[in-house]
């Protein structure tokens, strides 16, 4: 009987571990995300919807920033409001020329993100999975990257 509940006990801590570390999902190109490569960075995780015209004028700025930040341990992603998701987020992704990672599955739940009813809007997260700052409304690369170094205490 004491096998059988050991047994048991290990099989309840191997499914509980195993959402820790769980991949983010298919990015826009359909190529997984996988967990090892962006846990422990910072994020700066952006939404963003076709029809907001902020966004679109936020995304040179962004795409800028994640151009910048490349080897610094913060990854720019995207994801769209609207949840639109295969065929349809590439091709709303290649209109408005997105060139950072945009999530197919909203990462809301992985970070407890309150949903936001204005938009754009700009959460960064630290390395330990901590929201650190929400911001709201259109931002720059150089206001982002001021926010990351405060916050990091560069």
Known sequence: MTRRIAAS???L???????CGADYGPDQNGRTIAAKDLDKQWLVVNYWAEWCG??????PELNA??????GQ???VLGVNFDNVQGDELKTAVDALGIR???LAQDPAPRFDLPRSEA???TYIIDGQ???REQLMGEQTAEGIKARLAALKGV
């Open 13 to 19: 801590a191997t499914l509980l571990l195993s959402g």
């Open 65 to 70: 920033l994640a151009e910048g930040l490349k």
């Open 100 to 102: 950072f990672t945009v």
């Open 119 to 121: 938009l754009p809007v």
């Open 73 to 75: 341990g913060v990854s």
């Open 129 to 131: 999975g901590k929201v």
């Open 9 to 11: 006990l290990a099989l």
């Open 54 to 59: 902020p966004c679109r004028t936020e995304i």
